[in-house]
């Protein structure tokens, strides 16, 4: 069994003391700075179907069919940096338990990769930590209308919102948040693991609302990287 390394000033500097690592880990901190200085590919390890339900935002994803053989997923990775296997690469998964982002890493390593590290604590530390998710638009058709608690902010105007929504959809704009936006809304406060989907007119609204949420108790909390065209083309809105 392993343990957290916790640094003694920061928990964001966390990372697993694994023995007999075959690759090195990465701390959230480190994440958040690959992601902002783009130093490095962010690999979803986990299957295609987990990916679009909710990854760390800016992460990829190349998972082959279920059920294919690794030497396919280490091919999709190689057709991914166009045969640069210097490339950095950070690999996470499901968590401290989880075994694909393992598994991909020493595939990948055997396969003659030089610079992979993995993030094993994953996405739900990633979550629990404040870390922005996206949400495929394949994981909102897919959720919509079968998960009964889902929440759903529009996070556009009120204006806009009023023209049509999706249904069922709350509004709180991203730009009134600063001034109590969520004073009126009818947040799960009985459960914080609720999960709440944002979305916006475009990626930036959307995260800007998502990044406001993530700094409350809600751990659950993904957006829609996309533009609201794009979900009322599958979701037809329904006026307010």
């Known amino acids: 069994m392993t343990d957290l390394a916790i640094s003694q000033t920061d928990v964001y500097q966390a990372t697993l003391a694994e023995p007999d690592q075959k690759t090195p880990q990465v701390s959230t901190e480190d994440v958040r700075r690959i992601l902002a200085d783009g130093s490095a590919i962010v690999l979803d390890s986990r299957k295609r179907a987990e990916y ?16 294919a053989p690794p030497s396919e997923y280490v091919a999709a990775v190689e057709r991914l940096v166009q045969g640069d296997k210097s490339q950095s ?33 994953g996405i739900p530390v990633w979550r629990a930590l404040g870390g922005p998710v996206e949400i495929e638009l394949e994981g909102i058709v897919r ?3 079968v998960d009964q608690t889902v929440v759903y902010f529009d996070a556009r105007s009120a204006e806009e ?19 109590g ?19 916006g007119r475009d990626k930036a609204q959307g995260r800007k609302l998502a990044d406001a949420i993530g700094k409350t108790p809600f751990q659950n909390v ?8 794009q979900l009322s083309v599958v979701i037809k809105p329904k006026p307010v």
């Open 143 to 145: 959720i919509f209308g």
């Open 161 to 179: 919102f009023a023209q049509g929504t999706l249904p069922g959809a709350h509004n709180v704009p991203a730009d009134a948040v600063a001034t």
């Open 89 to 121: 690469l950070v690999i996470y998964c499901n968590g401290q338990y989880c075994k694909a982002g393992r598994q991909l890493s020493a595939h990948l390593a055997e396969a003659g990769f030089t610079s992979v590290r993995r993030y094993q604590l």
């Open 52 to 67: 679009a339900a909710g990854h760390i935002a800016g992460a990829r994803n190349v998972a082959p069919a279920p059920g």
């Open 181 to 199: 936006g969520f004073e009126k809304v009818p947040m799960p406060r009985n459960d914080f693991n609720t999960r709440i989907v944002i979305f």
């Open 222 to 229: 993904s957006y829609f990287p996309g533009v609201f065209e």
